[in-house]
């Protein structure tokens, strides 16, 4: 095996228990979470970009990385994705559809909310606007057993609605409304949402119309959050 990436060191010295403790709660590692079995060091994901800040004009070399995604700890994770982000938005197209194709494999150690959120659309999304992406891997995730996975699937269209482009994200919704886990039901509203602050909030309110009635009350209430009072009240009612 070769060294460890000089990141994990920095993340070592920046060690926190009490905020480790905090996170503990927060990403729900109890017995029963969706966090369960999961280890932290107590490093804030804004203090992890700053120590990934040096390799980010680097081509990403997924012999150096890839041991620090498939970690134990999730601080080590988060820092290899956001790495991985990074990369893909700014390297060419080999290098995207690279980091893309480890990331699929990968996905069993993107396995809380943050670790997606800070992965899906800037890897996946904006592979997915490439001419050879693949939109089809969205319903594959989608119906994946695993609640990552299928948050993988919705949060990844964040890369398309920037790019204007909201048919997959009413489609993946769509599919995922009948979701039993919260965690998709804010994932399907906040897209939703998204989609109509920056792209077409008529076409929003049209999805509503059609689907409102049988939303979840989580992904409804993150869908209207930006309507007027008497319009959320409205969607409210119809639900």
């Known amino acids: 095996m070769g060294h460890p990436h000089p990141v994990v060191a920095a993340i070592e010295a920046e060690a926190d228990p009490g ?3 905090e996170f503990v709660r ?3 590692v109890r017995p029963g979470g969706y966090g369960e079995g999961d ?3 107590g490093v804030r994901l804004s203090r992890l970009r700053e120590l ?17 995604l498939r970690s134990p700890i999730h601080e080590h994770r988060l820092s290899c994705l956001v790495i991985m982000a990074d990369r893909a938005r700014a390297g060419d ?6 980091i893309t194709d480890h990331y699929l494999a990968d996905t069993r150690w ?8 800070a992965s899906a659309g800037q890897i996946l999304g904006r592979r997915l606007l490439d001419p050879d992406g693949d939109r089809g891997v969205l319903d594959r995730l989608a119906g994946s057993a695993s609640l990552w996975e299928r948050r993988i699937a919705m949060v990844a269209t964040h890369g398309l609605i920037l790019a ?9 919704s769509e599919r995922l409304l009948g979701d039993e886990h919260d965690l998709i039901h804010k994932a399907v509203g906040w897209m939703l949402r998204e989609a109509g602050k920056r792209v077409d909030e ?4 049209a999805f509503l119309d059609r689907q409102a009635p049988r939303m979840p009350r989580t992904a409804l209430r993150y869908a209207i959050e930006r309507f007027d009072p008497d319009t959320r009240r409205h969607y409210r009612e119809v639900r």
């Open 19 to 21: 905020r480790a403790a």
């Open 26 to 28: 927060f990403f729900q």
């Open 39 to 41: 280890t932290f060091v």
């Open 52 to 68: 990934v800040r040096p390799y980010r004009r680097e081509v990403f070399d997924s012999t150096a990385w890839l041991p620090l």
């Open 93 to 98: 197209l080999a290098e995207r559809a690279m």
């Open 110 to 117: 993107v396995n809380n909310w943050d670790l997606v959120d």
């Open 164 to 172: 204007g482009q909201t048919a997959d994200t009413y489609r993946i």
């Open 202 to 205: 008529a076409e929003l309110r």
